[in-house]
């Protein structure tokens, strides 16, 4: 009974282990080395795709690439730190040959009041993860990196751990469980 305990609760540890692994991929790491930038979905516009605390991890993009369809994150105004995650309705192709973007959220029944220029895109959506975006918020930036350390220190310590576990249950059972047979000897001081 004991040895069904124990692999139930080691299982449940390594798969909560994957998962936290699982979300600092997603969240800190995969964005960092794709030079991605994740922003949080803050109103409904997007609704139902990307609902308020989504997290969207957006991916710079070429202007010329972007079509109908995409969605899109942009500078309210170029140079500014506001970011609106939309969809694009309309691709312009102005008379002096630069390129605009018409964008209107998946929940507005009108399309947004000003176009979007190409100096404005942040990016294109890559990838969303559905309430993590609250927890990103939630967190400062140099929260964010002390949490992954912290949390790459606890999960590096718990693999240290389950490593040295099974190491010792293969050495046990290696040397034919003799010395979990072997009486423990009580020290009897001043007896003969």
Do not use: I
């Not at 630069?98 to 209107?104: A, E, G, P, S």
């Amino acid at each position: 009974m004991r040895s069904t305990l124990t692999v139930l609760v080691r299982t449940s540890a390594v798969l909560v282990l994957l998962a936290g692994l699982a979300l600092l991929a997603t969240v800190v790491v995969v964005p960092r080395l794709a030079g991605a930038t994740p922003y949080t979905v803050l109103t409904g516009s997007m609704r139902p795709d990307l609902g308020p605390g989504t997290l969207v991890v957006v991916r710079p993009v070429d202007p010329g690439t972007v079509a109908v369809g995409d969605v899109v994150t942009y500078q309210l105004e170029s140079g500014e730190a506001d970011v609106v995650t939309h969809r694009v309705v309309e691709v312009q192709h102005r008379v002096n040959g630069t390129l605009w973007f018409v964008t209107q959220g998946d929940a507005n029944p009108v399309a947004d009041a000003e176009p979007v220029r190409p100096e404005q895109l942040r990016g294109e959506v890559w990838y969303s993860v559905p309430h993590v975006g609250r927890l990103h918020d939630l967190l400062g930036a140099q929260s964010r990196a002390a949490l992954t350390l912290l949390a790459v220190v606890m999960l590096s310590g718990y693999a240290v751990t389950m490593f040295a576990g099974a190491a010792r249950d293969r050495r046990d059972r290696r040397d034919g469980g003799h010395r979990a047979a072997e009486p423990r000897r009580r020290a009897t001081a001043g007896r003969p």
